[in-house]
C-alpha cells in the first residue's frame, strides 16, 4: 500500500505563487509515474499534471505555462510549482500515484 502525503497549500493573492510537494511511503522501488489532481468547489476532480520516469511530463490546459511538476530530490517526490495564480486554481489538490491518494492539501486563490 502506498502512502502519500501532501505538503505546501494555503491562501495566496491572484498572480502569487505556491509549492506543493507530495511524498510516496510503503513503497521499496521507485514509481514510474506520479499526478497531481484537483477538485474545485462543487466540481469534479480533474488531472493537473503528470511527470513519468524520465522527466516526461503532461499538463491540463488550463494550467500549461503556469504550473511545472517536478521530480522532489529524494526519491519518489513530486513537486508541484504554481505560478500566475489564478481565483479558479482554487481547489483542494491530491497527490496521485499507483491508484492511491493522498489526503489532499487546500489551495485558495483569493485577494
Known amino acids: 500500500q502506498v502512502q502519500l502525503v501532501e505538503s505546501g497549500g494555503g491562501l495566496v493573492q491572484p498572480g502569487g505563487s505556491l509549492r506543493l510537494s507530495c511524498r510516496a511511503s510503503g513503497v521499496i522501488r521507485s514509481l514510474p509515474t506520479m499526478a497531481w489532481f484537483r477538485q474545485p468547489p462543487g466540481k469534479q476532480r480533474e488531472l493537473v499534471a503528470n511527470i513519468a520516469v524520465g522527466g516526461l511530463t503532461r499538463y491540463a490546459a488550463s494550467v500549461k505555462g503556469r504550473f511545472t511538476i517536478s521530480w522532489g530530490s529524494a526519491p519518489n517526490t513530486v513537486d508541484l510549482q504554481m505560478n500566475s495564480l489564478k481565483s479558479e486554481d482554487t481547489a483542494v489538490y491530491y497527490c496521485?500515484?499507483?491508484?492511491?491518494w493522498g489526503q489532499g492539501t487546500q489551495v485558495t486563490v483569493s485577494s
Open positions: 496521485s500515484a499507483m491508484n492511491n
